[in-house]
């Protein structure tokens, strides 16, 4: 800030009157500053490198994990179907980590990362029937790749015509019904499907409500 004291001569006291102009052209100036010393601090990479191993080994006390170079050997895997390096990375944050995303490009193999991670989890105890959500008009697609990756996998799938009422079948208790009892590995729904499906909370004293 730029300012200027002057004395006054009635009550001998200092006062202090900013100057707008100056502190702001001084704002600016220091503004460029900074811009122009962060461009030459990092146009050398030999200088760079250097500030930023500094950095870490001072200050930074978190590695993120890295699972390049992981390869797993996925029991109960059709053996015509061979992943890639960077599915078997993805399964194996699946395994490690509470929550994965899989932002990879399309065709990358998403779905067989999906598909190989719930059912190695399965495997060690991890999930006990996990539930997959997919698009309504994904359903069959991800049952056929389900089932092409793990041939013997026991799947339950369904869609809205199977959740809907037939007379006096009530697709969904009944669908609700299979669910619970049979030992399913993975159990496949579409969207429309599962925001039928009203939860039940743990603990609740009434039943579960239909809508």
């Known amino acids: 800030m730029c300012s200027l004291a002057g004395l006054s001569e009635e009550r001998s006291t200092v006062r ?23 461009d030459w601090l990092w146009k050398d990479a030999a200088r760079a490198d250097m500030l930023q191993t500094r950095y870490n080994d001072l200050f930074n006390g978190i590695v993120l994990r890295s699972y390049d170079g992981v390869q797993l050997t996925l029991p109960g895997k059709a053996a015509s179907f061979v992943p890639k390096p960077h599915q078997h990375a993805a399964v194996a944050r699946m395994i490690a980590e509470p929550s994965t995303g899989l932002f990879h490009e399309v ?7 999906m598909v190989m991670g719930l059912m190695e ?4 105890g991890l999930v006990a ?16 790749e389900f089932k ?8 339950l799938s369904a869609g809205s015509n199977e959740l809907a009422r037939k007379g006096d079948r009530d697709g969904r208790k009944l669908f609700v019904a299979q669910a ?3 030992k399913w ?25 239909w809508a």
């Not at 065709?107 to 990362?113: D, H, N, V």
């Not at 989890?121 to 060690?124: D, E, I, T």
Request: proline share 5%; glycine share 6%; hydrophobic share 45%.
């Open 148 to 155: 092409q990756i793990y041939p013997r996998a026991r799947i």
């Open 185 to 209: 590995d993975a159990i496949i729904m579409t969207q429309t499907a599962f925001a039928r499906i009203t939860a039940w909370r743990s603990g609740s004293a009434t039943a579960p409500v």
């Open 121 to 124: 989890m399965k495997r060690l």
């Open 180 to 182: 619970a009892m049979g």
């Open 107 to 113: 065709g990358a193999g998403k779905t067989a990362e």
């Open 129 to 144: 029937k996990p539930l997959v959500v997919v698009p309504n008009n994904m359903l069959e697609q991800f049952t056929r």
């Open 16 to 38: 202090t009157i900013v100057d707008m102009e100056a502190t702001q052209a001084l704002e600016e100036k220091a503004a460029d500053v900074v811009d122009h010393f962060g």
